[in-house]
């Protein structure tokens, strides 16, 4: 079926002619673990708490690039209060966007897709990428549907490895071989762009809407967490509401590999930081530059642990970094740190398992002129057996693909599991929508961050 026929179908027709292709993954079975309404109510209460801050209104320069995106949270506990805190966030080339909303309308993904939409003037250009052998085919589909659905002249789409080759600047313009672009949806081309080239996209030298043109703020987890500290100590009534909220920031930690280091001297350096960050913090998280998918991620808690023990679960941090991204000269450097949270658990499969909660956002129109960040809808992630990092990947070795089982929507199943720990499912819902609320201005204030300083 061609490009045109595929999208003039009913979109859950849509959606299962995509998802039923070889290869494919099917989200249908989150979706199903869905509630709607709730969803709705959700959403709606805590878009009202983030208009009423005032603070999740786009700068114009963010307005004129920021499609969606999503951040990730864990819940957890301190002095006998729950809070929650920023995993990481992420650009609009996140994935799992057809995880929310329903099998007959898909509202909740329709709605999240809007915001790429919004940036799609009728007969502009654009170009949409995606990763060769991409098992979720559906996230790009989409948004080159909505792109269509707005009048969009050309789009442009391809393997990112074949449009990168035929990337050039002429003239202040992106060009695509012969093809001028005025859009690229999805940050995944100008990534892969040599850095120098990713400067002129990104600093104005270009000509071109990038959404969103400020995934380096988010791709790097220092960048974000420094961000989020300029945010709260800048504006002290800000973040007196965040933390009544609920909202708590981490401490973290920046390690950076000099020009002529080693790499046995750099890790046995991070090693000596690590035993220190423990010490201090009661546990620290390593996170890896531009990490894929949580790959080496490694936990640690245990004050006793000697130096060279450390050592030793670095190296294999990076040994599972470059096997999962099979590349063994990856840049892992600079390396964060991060404060561990003592976080709430999910029961799945008669075991505890950590979970993450991910708020997905989208961008809409004010009457006013003005463009806000808002929820679209939620994703709870349940860890593997034996793994602190939530994602729903199965290894590579035990099958790959997604285990379906560890992803839940928002229903009366995860108020309940979340509720467990912290009071019932009436305080979970609560938790939940101050959180939403809380992505919303984040997410704005990161994004104004960037784009005030990236800009000229």
């Given at each position: ?6 999208y ?7 959606v ?24 709705r ?22 307005a ?16 006998g ?48 990428g ?24 050309l789009?442009?789409?391809?393997d990112?490895s ?18 001028p ?20 996209y ?6 071109v ?16 967490y ?8 800048s ?17 973290f ?12 001297n750099?890790l ?22 531009d ?22 679960q ?31 658990s ?38 593997p ?21 560890r ?16 009071g ?18 984040l ?11 990236s800009?000229?």
């Amino acid at each position: 079926m061609n490009r045109k026929d595929l999208y003039s179908l009913p979109y859950n027709e849509f959606v299962r002619k995509v998802e039923s292709q070889p290869g494919q993954i099917s989200f249908a079975p989150i979706r199903a673990k869905q509630d709607l309404e709730l969803t709705r109510r959700t959403i709606s209460a805590a878009t009202l708490i983030a208009r009423s801050s005032g603070k999740n209104i786009l700068s114009e320069n963010s307005a004129r690039e920021l499609a969606a995106g999503s951040m990730d949270w864990g819940i957890g506990f301190e002095e006998g209060k729950i809070v929650f805190s920023v995993f990481e966030g992420n650009g609009a080339s996140h994935r799992g966007m057809h995880t929310g909303g329903d099998e007959v309308n898909h509202e909740s993904t329709r709605e999240l897709l809007k915001g790429y939409g919004r940036l799609v003037q009728p007969g502009m250009s654009v170009v949409v990428g995606n990763k060769a052998g991409d098992s979720l085919s559906v996230d790009r589909l989409g948004i080159e549907r909505v792109a269509q659905e707005n009048h969009a002249g050309l789009i442009i789409n391809g393997d990112y490895s074949e449009l990168v080759k035929q990337a050039k600047i002429k003239k202040r313009k992106l060009y695509i071989g012969n093809e001028p672009v005025d859009v690229v949806l999805g940050d995944g081309l100008i990534r892969r762009l040599p850095e120098n080239d990713q400067r002129q996209y990104l600093g104005g030298d270009v000509d071109v809407i990038v959404a969103n043109g400020s995934f380096p703020q988010f791709t790097s987890k220092e960048a974000t967490y420094t961000a989020i500290k300029e945010i709260v100590e800048s504006n002290s009534s800000l973040a007196d509401m965040l933390s009544s909220l609920g909202f708590k920031p981490l401490n973290f930690d920046n390690v950076t590999r000099g020009d002529t280091e080693s790499e046995s001297n750099f890790l046995r350096s991070l090693a000596r930081r690590v035993k220190t960050n423990i010490q201090d913090w009661g546990g620290a998280v390593l996170k890896w530059n531009d990490s894929s998918g949580s790959a080496g991620m490694r936990f640690f808690e245990d004050r006793t642990t000697p130096v060279n023990k450390i050592y030793s679960q670095i190296e294999s941090g990076i040994d599972e970094l470059r096997a999962k991204t099979k590349n063994p000269e990856v840049v892992y450097h600079p390396v964060t740190l991060q404060q561990m949270l003592n976080t709430s658990s999910w029961e799945h499969e008669g075991t505890l398992r950590n979970f993450d909660t991910r708020v997905y956002l989208t961008t809409q129109n004010l009457p006013t002129g003005e463009v806000e960040v808002i929820p679209a809808f939620f994703l709870f992630r349940i860890t593997p057996e034996g793994s602190r990092a939530a994602n729903l990947s199965v290894r590579e070795d035990l099958g790959g693909g997604v285990d379906m089982s560890r992803g839940h929507g928002l229903y009366e199943y995860s108020l309940q599991r979340i509720g467990e720990q912290i009071g019932g499912v009436h305080d979970a819902q609560s938790l939940l929508t101050n959180l939403a609320a809380v992505s919303c201005v984040l997410y704005t204030q990161i994004s104004n961050i960037y784009y005030n300083r990236s800009k000229v």
